[in-house]
């Protein structure tokens, strides 16, 4: 797992925006799901992102909750982007892909 890590590319701090979704999976079939709400600075010019996350585990309830991270921090724990909700446009092509990789795999 430690080598894992040392491969994967930290999300661009400049990439991260609000509406963005990013994933982040733990041991155990634990996933975090996070939705970006806001990105800006902090009263001492700290740039810091709020989010919803969702957190579910394999055969148990889900949680939803807001949280505040660093914008660094954020970027650190959550790598892998899987969309947003910033245009309409991309909406549509998201869920045609997933129909296309369902008749694939069926």
Do not use: C
């Given at each position: 797992m430690?080598?894992?890590?040392?491969?994967?590319?930290?999300?661009?701090?400049d990439?991260?925006?609000v509406?963005s979704?990013?994933?982040?999976?733990h041991?155990g079939?634990?996933?975090?799901?996070?939705?970006?709400?806001?990105?800006?600075?902090?009263?001492?010019?700290i740039?810091?992102?709020?989010?919803?996350?969702s957190?579910?585990?394999?055969?148990?309830?889900?949680?939803?909750?807001?949280?505040?991270?660093?914008?660094?921090s954020?970027?650190?724990?959550?790598?892998?982007?899987?969309?947003g909700?910033?245009?309409?446009?991309e909406?549509?092509?998201?869920?045609?892909?997933?129909?296309?990789?369902?008749?694939?795999?069926?």
């Amino acid at each position: 797992m430690l080598a894992a890590h040392w491969f994967k590319q930290p999300a661009r701090t400049d990439e991260i925006k609000v509406g963005s979704v990013y994933k982040r999976a733990h041991e155990g079939n634990i996933v975090e799901t996070a939705r970006v709400i806001d990105v800006g600075r902090d009263a001492l010019g700290i740039p810091h992102v709020t989010y919803e996350v969702s957190v579910e585990r394999a055969r148990l309830a889900k949680y939803e909750e807001r949280r505040t991270l660093g914008l660094e921090s954020f970027a650190e724990r959550f790598r892998e982007s899987i969309g947003g909700e910033a245009g309409s446009a991309e909406q549509p092509k998201a869920d045609k892909g997933a129909k296309t990789k369902v008749k694939h795999d069926a």
